[in-house]
């Protein structure tokens, strides 16, 4: 036989809330899609730098990338918080009922 309490009548807000997660590998990605393009854009890895050393294009793209990734997951928790901070304000309440039931 089981036994019913009464529902307990309580209020909570709710709004809806970004992943960060998805803004993060986002802003990543398009990091490195920016330090690809920066890469073949300039072709500049044909003339020596001032202390006559020439870089590869892989490693060009590798120095791009770190910076490039890095501005990136930065940019995109930036849209994440601003994301929030929007949706912060659209709260609702709403009436919550729980029901406990016990079983022998």
């Given amino acids: ?18 992943k960060y997660g998805v803004f993060l590998v986002l802003g990543g990605g398009l990091g490195l899609i920016t330090a690809a393009i920066l ?10 730098s001032a202390i006559g050393v020439t870089y590869s294009p892989g490693a060009v793209f590798g120095f791009l990338a770190l910076f490039c990734v890095v501005c990136g997951v930065a940019v995109g928790a930036i ?13 609702r309440t709403v009436t919550i009922e729980r029901e406990t039931f016990i079983e022998d």
């Fill in 1 to 18: 036989m089981a036994d019913h309490t009464p529902p307990a009548v309580s209020e909570a807000r709710i709004r809806r809330v970004p």
């Fill in 39 to 48: 890469t073949f854009a300039f072709d500049g890895t044909n003339t020596p």
């Fill in 79 to 91: 849209v994440a918080l601003i994301l929030d901070k929007m949706a912060g304000r659209r709260t």
